[in-house]
Nanobody, 123 residues
Framework: QVQLVESGGGSVQAGDSLRLSCAAS????????MAWFRQAPGKGREFVAA????????DYADAVKGRFTISRDTAKNTVSLQMNSLKPEDTAVYYC????????????????WGQGTQVTVSS
């Protein structure tokens, strides 16, 4: 069982930056890939970015490519999402998630989820 706790959300202006962090505990040896998803009001959960735990291979949604950077610290069991040039359409609750197996961008491929952190970007 992996527990995930996100932090770093907040309210910013368009063009600003935010850094989200996710701390993992318990059973971290089973992590294959960690990801960030987001969910805006009235919309489904959307893939944002992912990173493999051992190799550090990254994957980004087109909507955030070039603006967001995902990274991990395997010694501290944390994953971060640096978000630059934020836009109002980035407003959502951001969730950290863990996949124990190679998979895809689909939420069902992830077994463990954090509680979410709100990011609000105003124009």
């Amino acid at each position: 069982q992996v527990q995930l706790v996100e932090s770093g959300g907040g309210s910013v202006q368009a063009g600003d930056s935010l850094r989200l962090s996710c701390a993992a505990s318990g059973g971290t040896f089973s992590i294959y890939r960690m990801a960030w998803f987001r969910q805006a009001p009235g919309k489904g959960r959307e893939f944002v970015a992912a990173i493999t735990w051992s190799g550090g291979r990254t994957d980004y949604a087109d909507a955030v490519k070039g603006r967001f950077t995902i990274s991990r610290d395997t010694a501290k069991n944390t994953v971060s999402l640096q978000m630059n040039s934020l836009k109002p359409e980035d407003t959502a609750v951001y969730y950290c998630a863990v996949a124990r197996y190679p998979g895809s961008r689909v939420p069902n491929a992830y077994q463990y989820w954090g509680q979410g952190t709100q990011v609000t970007v105003s124009s």
